[in-house]
């Protein structure tokens, strides 16, 4: 089985800008979760879905949003970024409620 | 109060020790427990994951839960450099899945 996958691996923008990250969950998987992580800090849940629907919200503002498709697969999207947003952004799936399995994330950096 | 802490380390321990990874939770209904280990500027990966209290052993690796203490341990035999990593601690809530903030382990050749 395919594992998680996220592209683009890496990005480059301007503050500003807007960007939309993608993750194909593992085959069958219907709950897709993002986090951010910033040099030495810990995992920052941003939100969850499932069945194309978001079932759980971190402490993150508006601009950042998400959604998932009927074949699982997810966006995030963050409008106007800021300098703060650079970060490794993590994608994960999982099935019912069995280890989450991730991908290996996208790394955004904001200039 | 964190829902779920670690000691942030870093841990050092000696080559061939054990190491031993802490991590407490705060929700009482919490059901399964994941121990993540991730290697800098990688994404995490799955060690371990215990339901039952007690022990759960998978090769070099020990996990143990005690629910009435509300503590979730990883035990690492015979350590490997390649085992100098951040260990993830996870617990699944009823409505959610929290992450401690990590413990960095070093192990010294």
């Known amino acids: 089985k395919a594992g998680v996958t996220q592209t683009p691996r890496y990005l480059i923008k301007t503050r500003g800008q807007q960007v939309t990250l993608s993750c194909s969950p593992i085959?069958?998987?219907?709950?897709v979760s993002w986090y951010q992580q910033t040099p030495g800090q810990g995992l920052q849940f941003l939100f969850e879905?499932?069945?194309?629907?978001?079932?759980n919200k971190g402490n993150f503002p508006g601009r950042f949003s998400g959604r998932q498709f009927s074949n699982s697969r997810s966006e995030m999207n963050v409008s106007t970024l800021e300098l703060g947003d650079s970060a490794l952004y993590l994608c994960?799936?999982?099935?019912?409620?069995?280890?989450?399995?991730f991908g290996n994330g996208t790394r955004l950096t904001v200039t | 109060q964190k829902e779920v802490e670690q000691n942030s380390g870093p841990l050092s321990v000696p080559e061939g020790a054990i190491a031993s990874l802490n991590c407490t939770y705060s929700?009482?209904?919490?059901?399964?427990f994941f121990w993540y280990r991730q290697y800098s500027g990688k994404s995490p990966e799955l060690i371990m994951f215990?339901?039952?209290?007690g022990d759960k052993e998978d090769g070099r690796f020990t996990a143990q839960l005690n629910k009435a203490s509300q503590y979730v341990s990883l035990l690492i035999r015979d350590s490997q450099p390649s085992d100098s990593a951040t260990y993830l601690c996870?617990?699944?809530?009823?409505?959610?899945?929290?992450f401690g903030q990590g413990t960095r382990l070093t192990i010294n050749p």
């Open positions: 994960a799936s999982r099935q019912g409620l069995e280890p989450l399995h």
């Open positions: 085959s069958g998987h219907r709950s």
């Open positions: 879905y499932f069945s194309e629907t978001q079932r």
């Open positions: 929700d009482r209904g919490s059901q399964s």
């Open positions: 215990i339901y039952s209290n």
């Open positions: 996870a617990a699944q809530g009823a409505q959610k899945l929290v």
